[in-house]
Each structure stands twice: as structure tokens, then as C-alpha cells.
């Protein structure tokens, strides 16, 4: 197929949003009687899944303590739940289980989620959150623990199955996804900022739009568009606050426990939730008992058999250095400098022990293949969702974007036309403006 001169929409990654943004877009494109083809390009340097969309850990879930975040999540996990087998999705509920400090936060969460009709339980109290833990895992042990919020809903997907079947389904409905292609800059029309055309190491490609969905890579889509790296923000206690860092990058830490699978299922045989367990109690080395930390520490896991393991996470870390001078490529276990460190691994497995019997002295099933990989975050570490010169669209997930699957098909209907209210709390002039989104007491930059 020759190199295309001109098409109608340009997205740059083949990502999660890139792609469920074609995905709706075509879909709209039919129900119109338009045509499809010839129409839609897909363009990545690298390949289908080659980002953060190809070594997510996949966890679904709603728990998050901003009511805009859980508004689009419930919106999303009805995207992951219209075709489960399809998009290889497992719904079987997230529990976000906490200690007293979390409590009252965790407990808003609930609340709101029974008025948004989104089924979840909250148990309360250290003895009633131990046996319903037992319930599902007869050796569970963790201590300190106060309150579980059980998500019925959400779950987690197969990252780079659930890549393929979209990229598979986008190319059914006449979407071209053309890899090995790399966005260089933008070309603007005369005497306006809008992007008339996309300028690549392949060529130049005309377009009328063009979405952005570059996962860390945002970075440089938001300079190739001359957008700020100093910002404005309003304060939370309405001060201005001038120049502040438009970026930063954190490294996401996770890593497999190379046993069977099996082993992780609940007392009843089934897959269980995905768990999620912060707290603040002690946590000592399952290898020489030593105390790795008596600070706040939480932890994620899942038995997964697309990865082979116990597989899971641990709070990330900043990276310390200047968004500019952080190396993104080689991107995920490819790079040098940005994977998952020993510390991690101890830290995790001996945390593993601590919430289940089962998972004491397995630190040397610990598989220790590079993982991981750096995500790229907003000032308030939450998306931005926008569009900008007129036809640009940037799709900047702040690092919760595997579980937004809806977000593309929400940013197709916005380039149609219609504006998207789950959308509106994400626009970047919320910073100058001081609406930014409440923060929550969890060690994570996501919740
Ligand atoms: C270790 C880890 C675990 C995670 N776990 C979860 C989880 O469990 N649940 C969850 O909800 N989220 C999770 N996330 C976050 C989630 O993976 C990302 O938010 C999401 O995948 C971002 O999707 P994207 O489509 O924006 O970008 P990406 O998937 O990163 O895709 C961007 C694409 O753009 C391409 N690209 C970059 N520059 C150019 C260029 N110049 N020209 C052409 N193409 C270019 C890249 O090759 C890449 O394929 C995790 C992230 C990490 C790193």
C-alpha cells in the first residue's frame, strides 16, 4: 500500500487510545454511511502495544477518591464488560483493602459509589475486615487492616491480548495502522495555528485532525504542538503558583512471582479479585525478617496466567530528574536505567507474605526479567484530556489510562462534534482556573 499524502484523521499511537479512538471513530464514520477507508491512519514508531499499553498490569478498577475519575472508570468498565472474551477481560472485582489512615477516604469512595449505582460493599473494622478476607483467602494475615472495599465490578485484562484483538478490530472496520512510522513535527495552514499535516521520517502525511495518544511520550507531542512546560496553577488554597512543571515522570514497579497460577485462586477455586492492600503496619523481610519499612507501603497483585505468576506492583517513584532528561526509549524492560529494582522485589514478595501465608519464603521464585516502565504525569497527576490549535487533539492519561477504555470513544464523539460532560473535568485549563481534583490520603499518585 503506497504511503498515504493526505487522510482525514491522523493518531499518533498504537496504544489503548489510539486505538479505541479509531475503533469508535470508524464506528461512527459507518453509522453515518460514510466510508471508513482511506480515511483513518494509525501511525507508531515502533509497533501495536510497543508503550505503556503493552506492559500494563491491566488492573480494572473504579476505587479512585476523585468523583470525575470515577464517573469515566464506570463509564469504561461498561466498555470492558460489553465483550469480555473479546477485549480478554476478567471480571472479578478489586478489592481495595486499608488501614485506619485510609479509612474515612475509602469510605467517601464507597458512598459515592452507591450513588453512581456502582456495586461495591465496604466492610469496616479490623476484626470484620479479617474475616472477610478469610473468606476469600483462608491464610490471610495482615495486620493493621480496618477497612475492605469490595468492587464487584472491574477486574483485569491481558494488556497486550486485549492490543491485538483491537488492532484487529479496528482494521476490520478500514482503520490502517502503519508502524515503523515516526511523528516528527506539525505543519500549521497559513495564517492559522491548525494542523494542516503530520510530518514524519516517512514523509508528510496531509490531515483536517490529528489525536494524540503518546503514553509517556507526551512529552514531546506537547513540544512538537508548542504547548507550555511551565504552567500556572491555582493552589488549593487559591494561590498562584507560576511555573510550574508541566511533566514528570514516575517509575511503575512491577514484577512476577513465578509460581503456579493456581495457587493464588480463592477458597472456592475461582480467580479472585484483584488485591489491593495499603497500610501503614511494619512490613518485614520474608527473607531475614529485617524491617523493610514501618512507613505507609501498598502493594497490588493477581494471579495471571498471561503472565505466568503471582503478578503485581508496588507504589512508584519519582524519577528524579527534569521531564527534558529523562530517556524514554528504549521504552519498558528495554530500557536501561527504568525497570523494576531489587529493592522492589524483595519489598513486594516479602509484602506478599504479609497479607497471605501461602506467598512466605518464595522469594526465589521471584522472576528476575526486567519489568516495569516510566509514566508520564500531569502537574496534579491526573489526565488532561483536550484539544488545542483548533484540530489537535491530546489524549494525556497521567498514567491511569489501561483501564480507560472508554476515554477513546468519548474523544472520537468530542472530534465529531459533541462534547463529552465526562470529559469537561479534565481540561487543562482546569490548572490556571484552580479546579483541580481532591487529593486522597493513599501512598499512590493515582488515587
Ligand atoms: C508498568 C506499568 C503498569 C501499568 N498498569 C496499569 C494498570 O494495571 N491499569 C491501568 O489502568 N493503567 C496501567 N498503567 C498505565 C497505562 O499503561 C497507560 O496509562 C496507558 O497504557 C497509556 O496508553 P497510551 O495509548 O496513551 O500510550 P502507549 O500505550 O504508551 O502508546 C503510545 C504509543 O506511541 C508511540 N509513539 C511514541 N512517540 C511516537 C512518535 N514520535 N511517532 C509515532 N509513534 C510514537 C509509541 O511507540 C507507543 O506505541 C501502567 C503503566 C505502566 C508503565
Known amino acids: 500500500m503506497a504511503f498515504p499524502e493526505h487522510v482525514d484523521y491522523v493518531i499518533v499511537g498504537a496504544g489503548i487510545h ?43 478498577r473504579n476505587n479512585y477518591f476523585q468523583p470525575a475519575m470515577r464517573r469515566l472508570m464506570a463509564h469504561s468498565v461498561e466498555i470492558w464488560e460489553s465483550d469480555p472474551k473479546g477485549l480478554s ?24 459509589q452507591q450513588a453512581i449505582g456502582y456495586d461495591s460493599v465496604f466492610i469496616e473494622g479490623a476484626n470484620a475486615s479479617t ?24 477486574g483485569y485484562s491481558n494488556q497486550t491480548r ?47 485532525r490529528v489525536i494524540i495518544g503518546a503514553g509517556p511520550w507526551v512529552r514531546d507531542f506537547w513540544k512538537m504542538l508548542g504547548l507550555p512546560d ?36 480463592a477458597n472456592d477455586g475461582s480467580i479472585p479479585p484483584v488485591v489491593h492492600v495499603d497500610t501503614d503496619a511494619p512490613l518485614y523481610s520474608t527473607v531475614d525478617g529485617s524491617l523493610i519499612t514501618d512507613e505507609m507501603w501498598g502493594i497490588y497483585y493477581k494471579p495471571d496466567w498471561h503472565f505466568g505468576g503471582i503478578q503485581g506492583g508496588a ?16 521504552y519498558g524492560p528495554a530500557s536501561p536505567e527504568f525497570v523494576a529494582s531489587p529493592e522492589f522485589a524483595h519489598m513486594w514478595v516479602s509484602a ?37 490549535h483548533e484540530n489537535a487533539t491530546v489524549i494525556a492519561d497521567s498514567n491511569h489510562g489501561w483501564k480507560m477504555i472508554g476515554v477513546g470513544h468519548l474523544i472520537a464523539d468530542e472530534v465529531l462534534g459533541t462534547t463529552q460532560e465526562l470529559l469537561e473535568p479534565f481540561r487543562f485549563a482546569r490548572f490556571e482556573k484552580g ?5 486522597s490520603n493513599s501512598p499512590y499518585p493515582w488515587s
Open 89 to 112: 477481560y476478567h471480571p472479578v472485582g478489586y478489592l481495595q483493602i486499608s488501614c485506619e489512615a485510609m479509612r474515612d477516604d475509602v469510605g467517601t469512595i464507597f458512598a459515592q
Open 315 to 330: 507504589a512508584p517513584y519519582k524519577v528524579d530528574k527534569p521531564a527534558d532528561e529523562v530517556q524514554v526509549d528504549p
Open 131 to 154: 474475616k472477610y478476607m478469610r473468606g476469600i483467602f483462608e491464610d490471610w494475615q495482615a495486620q493493621g487492616i480496618t477497612s475492605v472495599l469490595h468492587e464487584k465490578r472491574g
Open 18 to 60: 489510539g486505538m479505541t479512538t479509531a475503533w469508535k471513530l470508524a464506528e461512527r464514520l459507518q453509522e453515518r454511511g460514510e466510508k471508513v477507508e482511506g480515511r483513518i491512519i494509525i501511525l507508531d514508531k515502533a509497533g501495536v502495544a510497543a508503550g505503556a499499553s503493552g506492559v500494563a498490569c491491566g488492573v480494572v
Open 162 to 208: 486485549t492490543m491485538y484483538a483491537l488492532a484487529d478490530k479496528v482494521e476490520k472496520l478500514g482503520v490502517r495502522i502503519m508502524t515503523g512510522v515516526e511523528v516528527t513535527g506539525f505543519e500549521s495552514e497559513n495564517g492559522s495555528s491548525a494542523i494542516r499535516a503530520v510530518e514524519t521520517n516517512k514523509g508528510r502525511i496531509g490531515c483536517e
Open 352 to 388: 506478599l507474605a504479609h497479607c497471605q501465608k501461602r506467598y512466605e519464603g518464595q522469594m526465589g521464585k521471584y522472576h528476575h526479567e526486567p519489568s516495569g516502565g516510566i509514566g508520564c504525569f500531569t502537574p496534579d497527576s491526573f489526565p488532561v484530556f483536550d484539544h488545542f
Open 230 to 265: 511551565k504552567i500556572t496553577i491555582k493552589d488549593y488554597d487559591g494561590e498562584l503558583r507560576h511555573g510550574v512543571d508541566m511533566w514528570r515522570y514516575w517509575q511503575l514497579e512491577e514484577g512476577v512471582l513465578l509460581l503456579d497460577p493456581d495457587l493464588g485462586r
Open 435 to 439: 479546579d483541580l481534583h481532591p487529593v
